[in-house]
């Protein structure tokens, strides 16, 4: 008997309606955290739990395989020498990005000021940043938190990575991390912190001129 069929059976709702089935599928705790962790490409069993604080191992795992049983993500193991196992989205993993984006949007309200007891990476800025930005190409941001990098319009593979852009960017942003969160809040366009000099904009590809000429 395979892996994949000596798991426990899926819960559900039981319940005609696409909501509910998506729910059946997506909806226990930290299962859209981790797609939000994927959409950055292949990563490690150990860079997601690096990424995902306050997550337990053992759940972390049992969501890994019930997202593989369900075709959500997969796991393949790197040629030598990297030789490790690597989680990644599949294609219908990889249409969740727009319900995480209207997630993400939906919850604006809900962020308020950062508590000291919230931890945070600087990727996971990346999906507001998305969604504030027009265009498409390789974004490069640098925050306090650390460098990452997004992929504007991107259909196919990673959205964002973490530190900087693998190449020479169509737009580099630099802003402090007050800016950043006031952009993740909804409370400051892009724009608008560019022109208020909230944001240092650098970069000769079209969508650093758009930013600067807004």
């Known amino acids: 008997m395979s892996r994949l069929r000596r798991m426990s059976p899926r819960r559900s709702y039981d319940q005609y309606c696409s909501a509910a089935r998506a729910l059946d599928v997506v909806g226990d705790r930290w299962t859209l955290l981790i797609v ?5 490409g292949p ?12 997550v337990s191992t053992d759940v972390l795992a049992s969501r890994l395989k019930d997202m593989e049983r369900d075709g959500i993500s997969t796991r393949r193991r790197l040629p030598p020498p990297g030789a490790a196992y690597v989680y990644e989205l599949t294609s219908r993993g990889r249409e969740l990005l727009p ?9 604006q309200a809900e962020l308020g000021e950062r508590r000291p007891t919230d931890a945070v990476r600087a990727h996971w800025f ?3 940043l998305t969604r504030a930005l027009e265009g498409e190409g390789l974004v490069e941001v640098r925050l306090e938190e650390g460098d990452f990098h997004v992929y504007l319009g991107a259909e196919d593979g990673p959205v964002y990575g973490d530190g900087p852009a693998p190449r020479e960017p ?3 942003l630099v802003l402090d ?9 909804g409370e400051l366009g892009v724009p608008d912190a560019v022109r208020d000099g909230r944001i240092e904009v650098t970069g000769e590809g079209t969508l650093a001129k758009t930013l600067r000429e807004a």
């Open 36 to 40: 939000r962790e994927l959409l950055a």
């Open 126 to 128: 990346a999906l507001p």
């Open 43 to 54: 990563r490690r069993y150990t860079d997601l739990h690096a990424d995902l604080p306050g």
């Open 177 to 185: 991390s007050v800016t950043c969160e006031a952009v993740a809040r």
């Open 170 to 172: 169509d737009a580099r």
């Open 99 to 107: 319900v995480l984006q209207a997630l993400g949007e939906w919850g």
